[in-house]
């Protein structure tokens, strides 16, 4: 019989990453207020284009109101998005503190001046989770950007 502690255990791990799949959800159907509410008040996002450890963020988004302005700014211009969510890790769990990573490739599509595009764009995320009376948040998340390929949409 499993214990009331690996119980929560599993329920905290699948909470967390029901968070992070309902994140690319609310991108991918224009809830820029809904993925922006998956933060804590206080939450902090950090974009970069290279490994974190060594270089610096070219966009940092602090508090819910900017996350969801900066969200809105980013991804309110592309006709379609699809978020294809891979791996997901809890790399750490303990209370109402975890850390995790996951993977994503990011399409979406663009209409500029009648030519549609098509982006590609592998992300890694690194986030702290916080636990907030009762429900996972996501305290801090670095975005990193791997790759991005942009061509012309054929069909």
């Known amino acids: ?12 791990r699948y909470a967390l990453r029901d968070l992070v799949d309902a994140y690319a959800h609310c991108a991918d159907v224009n809830d820029f207020r809904g993925q922006a509410a998956l933060y804590a008040e206080n939450g902090r ?23 969801e302005s900066g969200i809105t700014a980013t991804l309110q211009d592309f006709e379609q998005t699809f978020h294809f969510n891979g791996q997901s890790t809890v790399l750490t769990l303990s ?14 599509v663009a209409n500029v001046a009648g030519e549609r595009t098509l982006t590609a764009m592998t992300i890694r995320y690194r986030d702290t989770f916080a636990r ?24």
């Open 132 to 155: 907030v009376d009762g429900r996972w948040l996501f305290a801090e998340r670095l975005l990193i950007i791997g790759y991005t390929d942009r061509r012309p949409l054929v069909a």
């Open 1 to 12: 019989m499993p214990s009331e502690a690996s119980l929560q255990q599993f329920a905290d």
């Open 45 to 67: 996002v950090a974009v970069y284009t290279g490994d974190p450890d060594t270089n610096e963020p070219v966009q940092v988004l602090t508090g819910r109101d900017e996350i």
């Open 95 to 108: 209370g109402n503190q975890a850390t995790g990573e996951s993977y994503c490739i990011a399409h979406m």
